[in-house]
């Protein structure tokens, strides 16, 4: 049972910057897909990105403005947001699943099996 636990979320201006963390309570490098969902009130909870040993993913909304990556040494992994929009806002979820696909990873939230607390962005226009 892989525990998950997020820090880094708060208030920001539109624009700005913030980096979420994500703390594993065991390794999930070699045969874990990790990833970010979001969840904005009134919507469902949507696929930001993912990251395994075969590389990272990233839905068309945040390409090019948020940067997923772990330091496998510490267990953790990383969402860099840059360029936030108000539409950014949202809970943000780490999720883990033990599985690493050839292509595109699991972008479903029903196919992750462990999910962190979630941490709650505002973004400020």
């Known amino acids: 049972q892989v525990q998950l636990v997020e820090s880094g979320g708060g208030l920001v201006q539109a624009g700005g910057s913030l980096r979420l963390s994500c703390v594993a309570s065991e390794r999930t490098f070699v045969s874990y897909t990790m990833g970010w969902f979001r969840h904005a009130p009134g919507k469902v909870r949507d696929f930001v990105a993912a990251?395994?040993?075969?590389?990272?993913y990233y839905a068309d909304s945040v390409k090019g403005r948020f940067t997923i990556s772990s330091d496998n040494a510490k267990n953790t992994m990383y969402l860099q947001m840059t360029n936030l929009k108000p539409e950014d806002t949202a809970v943000y979820y780490c999720a883990a699943v033990s599985e690493v696909r050839v292509g595109v990873p699991p972008t479903d939230l029903h196919e992750y099996d462990y999910w962190g607390q979630g941490t709650q962005i505002t973004v400020s226009s």
């Open positions: 990251i395994s040993w075969m590389g990272t």
